[in-house]
């Protein structure tokens, strides 16, 4: 991913899918580690910054 302009409240597609079906997820918390939040059913994880920058497959808006 080159473009890695993102901020709370964007969405993003992951390159694995979470359990529930869905790859799209929302940003909750810009940091060290990310916060995002799974849009079908609100599940949040932290990752650390490193990790969700090779994890990231797009930005939706």
């Known amino acids: 991913m080159e473009n890695k302009n993102y901020d ?7 390159k694995k899918q ?3 079906g869905t ?5 909750v918390r ?3 580690d990310i916060k995002i ?5 609100n599940r ?5 910054r490193v990790d969700f920058n090779k994890k990231i497959k797009k930005i939706l808006d």
């Open 8 to 14: 709370v409240g964007s969405k993003v597609v992951m």
């Open 18 to 20: 979470h359990p529930c």
């Open 23 to 27: 790859n799209e997820w929302e940003i």
């Open 30 to 32: 810009v940091g060290a």
């Open 37 to 41: 939040k799974c849009l079908n059913c």
């Open 44 to 48: 949040t994880v932290l990752i650390p």
